[in-house]
């Protein structure tokens, strides 16, 4: 009886000291979460690449192996092709202003004045607000008929001059008074990528405002003694100073608009004719709407080759900001 | 400054269409941005005007009630999972690994980048054969594996900003390991932990496509999917229901981000860079 109570706590006190070494607390620390993610994330990934190669159909789990036959075949979909591009305009338009727009807005919140907090509330709404949310807002700003818009270029007198330029820069051919920003094909376009570059920017403004705050003061003291300034001193101090962490803002955004679904569901629903899906939207209506889950995971797997750039880009920029 | 108020737009527009009567609303030659009478006229009591009605509307015949505790409880739920799993691994990642924690730390935060889109067919045939579908439980399986990366990658960055000094003296004290995570560690990091319960908690709120897809009545929606789903009927558009549906969430959620924006900031370039 003693000798068991006495062999029992030397198990005990080896394995708290187990518990005490590194080597052995890491693993046993991270194994669960690493567990878990393996379990909803890793396996259906796996499960998504070989449903992909099979001919599966809604309500199965599997089917007959066909090779490469669905990504050929939503290839030559002209409808995949247009969800591809429309995917890299969205991404790429949407950035473009985001990076802009935070460039100029973290600048303004990076300094102390009165009401600040009110208007860095106001900054931050569209990143807070729920995504779907927010894009019913978007959706009741631009209706067919109601659209606030049209009514302000129409009080204005600007709406017959838009509908011009539209015209004039081939945007909208025969584009007419009131204008529906989601009936037509390009006008969607544009109203989409406008759409996507408002949600992104507030979370790129924040991440901008760190990389700001990173930069030393001694830095901005001896670039005023060295006599930079305005332009001079954006692009040789403060620009390449705030590089990585500027890239891993438009990366995240990068990815965030290349996965979304729900502003084109919302807004259009890929319409008008299927002008404004996206690889996400595509996926969806032939994955589950249409039944052909193989050919759904296909068009899902398309995207893959842009995060694995991203990604790589990620690790790339991360470790050189480390190095400095 | 004219960047900030195209940013609030939606929202300060959302704010005046809530409370629109229907009539007003309705004649487009009336000023959107007003209230206005039959005629189309602005009086500076302007809130005879208006009505409260869409909004009552909304908490009474429709389940918007029932999806905002959904929310709740999902997210909550989801909130206490993320922190019971990604403490022990960014506390881990932050001071335990060594050389290869980095590297992990990085690897877990990328699988964050996989789609939802890439693995909803896959799950959804999952929660089916788990017999999950229609059911909250379903959200709560899957709504983790979005949150633990990101609460992971945060909490890392938190944990290194804590001297190691604190610790050591706590552990030289004869403190276990776990008892110097328990007194000293935690109770320091409070604060960035509940940046990560805030910032989880919002994921799970605009989560859109698994609870579109894994949920189908009505009771059981969240907020971003039963919205879509119940107030938009066809071409019947609740206009007022659904600004003030957009807006309720969105207030709140917009004042703890800032609250806890510098937190974040903090932990999301510490986590990375640091």
């Known amino acids: ?5 006495a062999r029992a706590s030397a198990g005990s006190g080896r394995w708290r000291h187990a518990l005490e070494s590194r080597r052995v607390l890491a693993p046993l620390l991270i194994a669960p979460a690493v567990v878990f993610i393996g379990l909803v994330v890793g396996v259906p990934f796996g499960w998504a690449i070989y449903l992909s190669f099979t001919d599966a159909i809604g309500g199965s789990l599997s089917g007959n192996w066909v090779g490469f036959d669905n990504f050929t075949n939503a290839w030559q979909d002209e409808n995949f092709r247009r969800a591809l591009r429309n995917t890299l305009i969205f991404t790429l338009a949407s950035q473009a202003i985001v ?3 935070a460039a100029v807005l973290s600048n303004f919140l990076v300094r102390d004045f009165r009401g600040k907090w009110i208007v860095r509330f106001l900054v931050v709404l569209p990143w807070a607000a729920p995504v779907v949310l927010s894009t019913i807002t978007w959706l009741w700003l631009l209706d067919s008929l109601y659209s606030v818009a049209n009514w302000t270029l129409a009080q204005l007198h600007l709406d017959n001059g838009l509908v011009w330029l539209l015209g004039a820069v081939n945007l909208e051919e025969d584009a007419q008074v009131p204008l529906q920003w989601l009936g037509r094909p390009n006008l969607a376009l544009l109203a989409i990528t406008l759409v996507h570059a408002w949600r992104i920017l507030p979370f790129a403004v924040v991440i901008f ?6 930069i030393p003061n001694e830095v901005e003291d001896a670039s005023r003694i060295d006599g930079a300034t305005g332009v001079k001193k954006l692009w040789y101090v403060d620009l390449p100073l705030q590089l990585p962490i500027a890239l891993v803002a438009v990366l995240f955004g990068i990815v965030f608009t290349a996965v979304d679904f729900a502003v084109v569901y919302i807004l259009t629903r890929g319409g008008p004719f299927n002008s404004t899906q996206v690889l996400p939207t595509w996926a969806y209506f032939i994955g589950i709407d249409g039944g052909s889950l193989g050919e759904g995971a296909a068009i899902s797997l398309f995207l893959f080759p842009l995060l694995v750039f991203v990604t790589v880009a990620m690790l790339f920029f991360a470790r050189r900001a480390q190095v400095s | 400054m004219p960047f900030a108020i195209f940013l609030a737009f939606p929202f300060y527009f959302a704010l005046v269409t809530m409370f629109k009567t229907n009539l007003d609303l309705a004649n487009v030659e009336h000023s959107p941005y007003l209230y206005n009478d039959l005629e189309g006229g602005f009086h500076w009591d302007f809130w005879n005007y208006a009505t409260t009605e869409h909004v009552r509307f909304l908490f009474e015949d429709t389940n918007y009630p029932r999806w905002l505790l959904n929310t709740l409880l999902v997210g909550a739920a989801v909130v206490a999972i993320t922190l019971l799993l990604a403490m022990p691994a960014g506390y881990a990642l932050a001071r335990l690994a060594g ?30 054969q788990l017999d999950l579908k ?45 008892k ?37 009545s009505s009771e059981q929606r969240t907020v971003s999917a039963g919205i879509p789903n119940d107030l938009i009927r066809g071409d019947v558009f609740f206009w007022q229901s659904l ?3 957009t807006l309720i969430p969105a207030i709140p959620l917009a004042l703890l981000y800032n609250a806890f924006l510098d937190r974040f900031i903090k932990g999301f370039t510490g986590g990375a860079f640091r």
Do not use: H
């Open chain 1, 1 to 5: 009886m003693e000798a068991q109570a």
């Open chain 1, 99 to 101: 990076l802009v727009g």
């Open chain 1, 209 to 214: 405002i760190a990389g700001r705050a990173s």
């Open chain 2, 180 to 216: 110097a995570f328990g007194l000293i560690i935690l109770p320091i990091s409070l604060p960035g932990i509940l940046t990560v319960v805030i910032f989880a908690f919002s994921l799970c709120v605009n989560e859109f496509i698994y609870a579109f897809t894994f949920i189908s």
């Open chain 2, 99 to 128: 050389g290869w924690g980095q590297s992990a730390g990085v690897a877990i935060f990328l699988v964050y980048l996989i789609p939802p889109t890439l693995l909803f067919l896959p799950l959804s045939r999952l929660i089916t």
């Open chain 2, 134 to 178: 229609d059911s909250l439980w379903a959200l709560i399986l899957i709504y983790p594996s979005f949150t633990i990366p990101f609460a992971t990658w945060l909490l890392m960055g938190f944990f290194k900003t804590i001297p190691q000094e604190l610790e050591d003296a706590a552990l030289i004290d004869g403190a276990s390991r776990l």
């Open chain 2, 243 to 245: 600004m003030a549906a």
